[in-house]
């Protein structure tokens, strides 16, 4: 069954713009991970947050996590037009091994 | 980072036969890997957690005897979709996770199987 859900379903913005996708989950978590799929391919991890924690820094990427909203937000700074995919969340559910992914937020950077 | 293949990348083949997708870890001993498919511009849906030496875990409404899935090795998974039929053309996944879920693992993703059932 489905967990995260993002939003926007789709965000379409220029080279340098920051762009900003939300995921929301129903039920508690170990932790959050993204990942990132470009058209036709397998995914790629991008970073992942626990549960005990708020903010997470990798790059460009920022993560958030407030596990009492249940909500997670992805922040890319200074997009390039290379970070034109689709982005993912994904949640471990507690006591289950598995991953449940959203249903993605389609990113696109135009030059 | 660990690497997950996965072959063929793309098949096409007629109403009623079989399609066999392999799926290797290419770098590290998975004792267990996940089965995904994939319909346009949606989401990953998980069909079911391979299991070396035993028998795979479906998820719910995921027919066992449609969907085979073999798990012989601890490098190799194989998903076979028998009696293909046109609504099973779409895009499957496998991946694993070297360090396990359980822990806070990532997911490894193959490159993806592109099914069309004509």
């Known amino acids: 069954s489905q967990q995260g859900e993002e939003d926007p379903q789709a965000l379409s913005i220029q080279e340098g713009e920051n762009a900003t996708m939300n995921c929301s989950y129903k039920?508690?978590?170990?932790?959050l991970q993204w990942y990132r799929q470009n058209s036709g391919r397998g995914l790629v991890h991008l970073i992942l947050i626990r549960s005990n924690e708020r903010e997470k820094h990798s790059g460009r990427l920022r993560v958030t996590l407030d596990t009492s909203k249940k909500s997670s937000s992805l922040l890319i700074t200074a997009s390039r037009a290379a970070d034109t995919a689709s982005y993912f969340c994904?949640?471990?559910?507690?006591?289950?091994?598995?991953?449940?992914f959203g249903k993605g937020t389609m990113l696109l950077v135009s030059p | 980072g660990a690497v997950v293949s996965q072959h063929p990348s793309r098949v096409i083949c007629k109403s009623g036969t079989s399609v066999k997708i392999e799926c290797r870890s290419l770098d590290f001993q998975a004792t267990t890997m996940f089965w995904y498919r994939q319909f346009p511009k949606k989401s990953l849906m998980l069909m079911a957690t391979s299991n070396e030496g035993s028998k795979a875990t479906y998820e719910q409404g995921v027919e066992k005897d449609k969907f085979l899935i073999n798990h012989a090795s601890l490098t190799l998974s194989t998903l076979t979709v028998t009696s293909a039929h046109p609504e099973d053309s779409s895009f499957y996944i496998c991946?694993?996770?070297?360090?396990?879920?359980?822990?806070?693992?990532?997911?490894?993703f193959g490159e993806g199987s592109r099914l069309t059932v004509l």
């Open positions: 994904a949640t471990d559910e507690a006591g289950y091994s598995t991953l449940t």
């Open positions: 039920t508690s978590i170990n932790n």
């Open positions: 991946s694993a996770s070297p360090m396990g879920l359980a822990g806070g693992g990532e997911l490894f």
